[in-house]
T-cell receptor, first 112, second 111 residues
Framework: DGGITQSPKYLFRKEGQNVTLSCEQN?????MYWYRQDPGQGLRLIYY???????QKGDIAEGYSVSREKKESFPLTVTSAQKNPTAFYLC???????????FGSGTQLSVL | SQKIEQNSEALNIQEGKTATLTCNYT??????LQWYRQDPGRGPVFLLL?????KEKRKERLKVTFDTTLKQSLFHITASQPADSATYLC??????????FGAGTRLFVKA
């Protein structure tokens, strides 16, 4: 089955620690995205990538970093500079910029 | 400022009735609007897309309208079932790689 796989489902971060969230897709989509979801708020765009080896900041990129070394993979690192990291993180992909988004099942990140 | 507003209060309806959810936006000129369904602890799933030059779109029991003058979209689920209970997200495609999401409306369908 084609789709997007996010791991882990739950992740805990200690003070000062960097953590990496995994996102893999087998839909052969060029575009990939990372969104953050907080209770009562709409999804907010962290980073997106149009193509391999290229990525752009979204609306709330501070404290996050990404890489796009392979078409299938778009990992997100939550750095220690992100002071309020507790949220539900969603990875998505699309065939092109103006197509519908396919989402993974999300990673819940909490701070210990 | 740019805003997307969806009913923040949950919508409770009886099975078999039509659920109507509202999405209002300000200061955007979206090329198209989408609706997604999200279950607790899961990622959103795409339901319908309607373009700015379309007034209405249907898919099975779902119907979406899009009024660019009123800056509003209505999402209808007819003959609602308990399995339709979920949060429904409105999303505007504003160009480039930017899709802006509303906070969603929670729907409860009682048997």
């Amino acid at each position: 089955d084609g789709g997007i796989t996010q791991s882990p489902k739950y992740l805990f971060r200690k003070e000062g620690q960097n953590v990496t969230l995994s996102c893999e897709q087998n839909l052969n989509h060029d575009a990939m995205y990372w969104y953050r979801q907080d209770p009562g708020q709409g999804l907010r765009l962290i980073y997106y990538s149009q193509i391999v080896n290229d990525f752009q900041k979204g609306d709330i990129a501070e404290g996050y970093s990404v890489s796009r070394e392979k078409k299938e993979s778009f990992p997100l690192t939550v750095t220690s500079a992100q002071k309020n990291p507790t949220a539900f993180y969603l990875c998505a992909s699309s065939r092109s910029s103006d197509e519908k988004l396919f989402f993974g099942s999300g990673t819940q990140l909490s701070v210990l | 400022s740019q805003k997307i507003e969806q009913n923040s209060e949950a919508l409770n309806i009886q099975e078999g009735k039509t659920a109507t959810l509202t999405c209002n936006y300000t200061n955007y000129s979206p090329a198209y609007l989408q609706w997604y369904r999200q279950d607790p602890g899961r990622g959103p799933v795409f339901l319908l897309l309607i373009r700015e030059n379309e007034k209405e779109k249907r898919k099975e029991r779902l119907k979406v309208t899009f009024d660019t003058t009123l800056k509003q979209s209505l999402f209808h689920i007819t003959a609602s079932q308990p399995a339709d209970s979920a949060t429904y997200l409105c999303a505007l495609y504003t160009g480039g790689f930017k899709t802006i999401f509303g906070a969603g409306t929670r729907l409860f369908v009682k048997a």
